[in-house]
């Protein structure tokens, strides 16, 4: 049985620092530095240019209010219209500049056949900005005539 011999003691110090750790951590940072060199010196000037505080005399759009209740009936600005007039109005308002907007607000038991017609009638008739007026909290005023509506 050879188990070794006795004048190996195992007591020498290492004198040496492993290197390949070291120069290992150097070229992954000097890849780093090649890679982002170039997008540090290919930087554009530009002359951007600056808002005004206010927009010179920027004309606001005309708003039209259009509502419908849960019996089917439309109003425009809180008078009620008929869906002829309320064409006629479409036509009229949308030639103008700035392109007037139109409020939809809709009762929650109202048919959404109504107001799937009104904005086809809008966009038909010229109106492009169309815009859904909701109410998430449940307390909006009645549609018709400003009062607070019922609690439920």
Excluded: C
Excluded at 20 to 28: H, I, N
Excluded at 56 to 75: E, H, S
Excluded at 85 to 104: G, I, N, S, V, Y
């Amino acid at each position: 049985m050879a188990f070794g011999t006795l004048d190996d003691d195992g007591d020498d110090v290492m004198n040496e620092i492993n290197m390949t750790p070291l120069v290992d951590v150097m070229l992954v940072l000097l890849i780093i530095f090649m890679i982002t060199m170039p997008v540090l010196s290919n930087q554009i000037k530009l002359d951007l240019p600056r808002a005004a505080a206010s927009p010179p005399d920027q004309k606001k759009p005309l708003v039209l209010n259009v509502a419908i209740d849960a019996n089917g009936q439309r109003w425009l600005d809180g008078k009620q219209i008929s869906e002829a007039d309320l064409e006629a109005r479409f036509k009229t308002a949308a030639p103008q500049q700035p392109q007037p907007e139109l409020h939809l607000s809709a009762d929650r038991n109202a048919r959404y056949e109504l107001v799937a017609q009104t904005m086809a009638m809008a966009q038909r008739d010229g109106l492009g900005r169309i815009g859904f007026v909701t109410d998430p909290s449940g307390q909006m005023t009645g549609l018709t005539t400003g009062t607070p509506a019922a609690p439920h």
